[in-house]
């Protein structure tokens, strides 16, 4: 006899209440920003934007380059995530974003472990099997290291 399960009683509304998603500028990442994006209006969800900044290099010493790098990048994310969120905000999509850094999977498993996210969209970039073996990759890796369900864009 089959018996109604009361561990989850209510929708899908009910129980995801913010997505985040990982950008980082490529094709790919767009492509996960605009799932996620349906998916928090589907389930009138606030969406976060997040664009992890690689945190620099440890060393001795601070080149002038590095500094002009991380200038960069951090310029770099904060246009795509202005652009992003002015897009999905015209959409009427409640959104967020934030520029962490740190390494991309670990950090953006940091920001899922919050009580607040409920779901974790992710781009992965086309990679031959061996590739993804040999180096692994940001999608893989955060699918790992997740304490919340993640949705791997292609």
């Not at 690689?54 to 790098?69: D, K, L, M, N, Y």
């Not at 999977?105 to 086309?126: K, M, Y």
């Not at 040999?134 to 304490?147: N, Y």
């Amino acid at each position: 006899m089959f018996r109604e399960s009361t561990l989850w009683e209510g929708t899908a509304e009910d129980v995801v209440k913010k997505v985040l998603v990982g950008v980082d500028g490529s094709k790919e990442s767009r492509i996960a920003a605009d799932r996620a994006a349906e998916l928090a209006r589907a389930l009138d969800a606030e969406l976060t934007v997040a664009c992890v900044v690689p945190a620099p290099s440890p060393g001795p010493f601070e080149s002038r380059e590095t500094v002009r790098r991380e200038t960069i990048e951090r310029l770099q994310a904060r246009e795509l995530l202005h652009e992003l969120s002015s897009r999905y905000l015209r959409e009427g999509i409640r959104v967020d974003t934030v520029m962490p850094s740190g390494r991309p999977a670990e950090t953006l498993a940091d920001l899922a472990a919050t009580p607040d996210v409920d779901f974790v969209v992710v781009g992965r970039r086309r990679q031959g099997g061996f590739a993804r073996a040999l180096i692994g990759g940001i999608a893989d890796r955060l699918a790992q290291i997740s304490p919340k369900p993640v949705l791997v864009a292609h």
